[in-house]
């Protein structure tokens, strides 16, 4: 739970690092929804999307088959593969959430962070966990 819980955190952190790098870009949800997200191309950005588009399915089966376990596997894979992003944005510069030399693609990968954020929140509140935005 720990490691689901220490992804959302880090879902914050990634906004705040944006707000610090880019002051003028707009963060809020309108501004997101309109970001173009055809520019989220690189492989992480892909897993990363694939993994969210399972959230429907993965969300119907543990209901229908009364197993939150499903759930919970889950969303490890998805801080996984949210965590492995991060990872690799510190080795290559491209693959950085907050890109202050490219608003449009930081917008994009803003809004698909707000998104990992969402399940998860949504993933733990189904748990009956927290969902905390910092980890002391």
Do not use: C
Request: charged fraction near 20%; hydrophobic fraction near 50%; charge should be negative.
């Amino acid at each position: 739970v720990f490691y689901v819980q220490y992804a959302h955190a880090r879902t914050y952190s990634v906004f705040r690092q944006a707000a610090e790098k880019l002051p003028g870009l707009d963060l809020g949800f309108g501004a997101l929804t309109g970001a173009d997200l055809s520019l989220l191309k690189s492989e992480a950005d892909l897993e990363l999307i694939k993994s969210l588009a399972q959230w429907p399915r993965i969300v119907a089966s543990a209901a229908e088959a009364h197993e939150p376990h499903r759930i919970a596997f889950y969303l490890y894979e998805l801080a996984s593969a949210f965590h492995g992003f991060w990872a690799k944005g510190n080795q290559d510069v491209a693959l950085r959430f907050v890109n202050a030399d490219d608003s449009m693609l930081t917008s994009a990968r803003l809004a698909l962070v707000a998104a990992v954020r969402q399940v998860l929140v949504n993933g733990l509140s189904l748990l009956g966990v927290t969902a905390p935005e910092e980890l002391s």
